[in-house]
């Protein structure tokens, strides 16, 4: 009993402290808190697209049924001389119901197996029907109902400042729109070495995954294929330039490519020097550009219209020439000035087709019409 006295005061004294120092003090309350009050600014519901909106989804829902997914398998060797597999992703889009899907030459170059995913999530093993490693170039094959072709434009009178459109699947993200211009219509060379003519420039985004998709103007056609991204050294993704080959010089190929699984590339058989105004005054000739015919191939397409090369010797600068040749400056009512646009104009067209060459003979201007051949080797 006297443990549990002092214990008593204790608390006693704790509790008076207590009472006069807080609670009667009212130092310490329990209320109920208002919770805060936040406002917010909320959107009008079901705001109408613009022209502009409407378009985009559109183009957008008209075509990704038609772009696909492109898988690659390639074996590559390790470090200890290993078979190791490797997968390369690219995109595509199917040109007819038969299944027939272009793409880029890159993205199938090599692979020992290739599968192609819809959007609808399906996938399908794919053939190779023709490859052009020249254009990069490839067409696919795969057996899939329902199909849905993508039409073809034309990319002759593409003008820079054109609204343009790419679908592809960058970083393997599938479905993906990017919108842009036509930037430039240049000619590009890419890092394989191949130079392609025209190649239209655009700032859509354009990264790795949506080479050989589609690039698409304004009603939903397709322009381009894109095939490559100009960026720093060692940074893989865009700089808001891409470039893509234009539809005409795929569609110039694609019988050929369907057909014989090759390119039959045109060529006219002559041997030939750019004129320009100092070596067409020097040599006496009719026009200051163009290409003078040192030889015409025998059995080329040259000869056999009728062209003639040079038969009497000079020299440019210390080169040997033989001068006296036809001048050719124009092919199908177009200027010829150097090797560039007469590679030009093969690139638009195929062995067989046959083209108006105007050219000089002397100081007398005439038209001839010339049966392209096929081009054995590239030069």
Do not use: C, W
């Amino acid at each position: 009993m006297k443990l549990l006295r002092p214990i008593a005061i204790a608390l006693l004294l704790v509790g008076a402290f207590f009472y006069f120092t807080t609670y009667r003090s009212g130092g310490f309350r329990l209320v109920d808190s208002p919770a805060p009050k936040v406002e917010i600014t909320e959107a009008a519901s079901n705001e109408p697209l613009d022209i502009e909106e409407q378009n985009n989804i559109s183009v957008y829902r008209k075509n990704i049924g038609s772009v696909v997914n492109i898988t690659s398998r390639i074996v590559a060797l390790d470090f200890f001389y290993g078979l190791v597999p490797q997968d390369g992703q690219g995109s595509g889009f199917i040109i007819d119901r038969e299944g027939h899907i272009l793409t880029n030459y890159h993205v199938i170059a090599d692979a020992r197996q290739i599968d192609v995913t819809l959007h609808n999530r399906k996938k399908y093993r794919a053939t190779v029907v023709g490859a052009d490693s020249s254009h990069d170039l490839a067409i696919i094959q795969i057996k899939a109902p329902d199909l849905n072709a993508m039409a073809l434009g034309d990319s002759k009178s593409l003008q820079v400042g054109q609204k343009v459109y790419a679908i592809g699947n960058p970083f393997g993200l599938s479905g993906t729109l990017t919108s842009g211009i036509v930037s430039s219509i240049r000619q590009v060379q890419e890092p394989n070495g191949v130079t392609i003519d025209e190649a239209i420039q655009t700032d859509a985004a354009i990264n790795p995954g949506n080479s050989g998709g589609p690039l698409l103007n304004l009603h939903g056609e397709v322009i381009g294929i894109n095939t490559m991204i100009a960026g720093n050294p060692g940074v893989d993704q865009s700089a808001g330039i891409g470039f893509a080959i234009p539809v005409n010089t795929a569609k110039a190929v694609l019988n050929d490519l369907l057909t014989l699984g090759r390119v039959r590339r045109p060529a006219l058989g002559v041997v030939t020097i750019p004129i320009s105004p100092d070596i067409a005054d020097e040599l006496g000739l009719p026009a200051d550009y163009g290409l003078l015919i040192v030889q015409a191939l025998p059995g080329g397409a040259a000869a056999r219209a009728g062209l003639k090369g040079g038969t009497e010797r000079a020299y440019l600068g210390n080169i040997p020439i033989t001068v006296g040749g036809d001048l050719i400056v124009g092919i199908d009512n177009q200027d010829v000035q150097d090797q560039q646009q007469l590679a030009h104009v093969m690139n638009s067209h195929r062995a067989g087709d046959t083209v108006k060459v105007t050219f000089y003979r002397g100081k007398r201007k005439m038209d001839i019409q010339v049966t392209l051949g096929e081009a054995r080797q590239q030069v």
